[in-house]
């Protein structure tokens, strides 16, 4: 019999809860992380970030895909849900967020975290961490990254607009630094979590 897993996060749009994971030099906006909201599934998530959607769907799935240990529970299906509340800009690396507190939360197996961190390259070449809805329209190129906190390692890159390969490195390597932030986050999320229970 198969055993099945019912996975939901949810992006939403409270305010006031978590930390900002900013500190010098990084220009992340404010994060906020509830987890354990839904009764009835296994693992929920609500994961916020800042005040295309079956090339979204596979990009989160691969990379959720490329971490779960599935090897473990060969019968098992996993089921993330991801409800976009609001988009405030930087929507797949929110997504990818969502979707990784909400498998910690359900206590899927995993090799490694990961964490969602979206870059924007402005007409003149400056590079824009987490950009807004706004930044984004306005930017020649937007670069999502999906990075692990063992070894940074990439996971998966969703790109648009014109970039040359050095600014695709820059880029990489400012997802890299701030993906620093967001693990530290969620290790503090996940201490004020689990220090409540």
């Keep these: 019999m198969e055993e099945e ?8 749009a409270e305010t006031g809860r978590g930390s900002s994971p900013r500190g010098p030099g990084c220009s992340l906006r ?21 005040v295309a959607e079956k ?15 599935g090897t473990l529970h060969p019968r098992t299906s ?5 409800q976009v509340v609001s988009d405030a800009g930087s929507l797949l690396a929110c997504c990818l967020n969502a979707a990784c507190m909400a498998l910690v939360d359900a206590g899927v197996p995993m090799r490694a975290l990961f964490c969602g961190v979206t870059c924007a390259l402005d007409s003149d070449g400056t590079l824009v961490l987490d950009p807004t809805s706004k930044r984004e329209k306005e930017a020649r190129a937007v670069l999502t990254f999906a990075l692990d906190n ?17 600014e695709l490195q820059q880029c990489l390597a400012a997802a890299q630094a701030a993906s620093q932030h967001v693990f530290r986050f969620y290790r503090e999320s996940l201490q004020r979590r689990y220090s409540k229970s």
């Design 5 to 12: 897993r019912h996975t939901e996060a949810k992006i939403g």
């Design 30 to 50: 404010h994060f906020a992380c509830e987890q354990n909201l839904l009764s009835r599934p296994d693992g929920s998530a609500s994961f916020l970030q800042g």
């Design 55 to 69: 090339n979204r769907e596979r990009l989160i799935r691969n990379t959720c895909e490329a971490v779960v240990l």
């Design 78 to 82: 996993i089921t993330v849900v991801l």
């Design 150 to 166: 063992v070894e940074r390692k990439l996971l998966m890159s969703s790109t648009k607009g014109l970039f040359s390969d050095a």
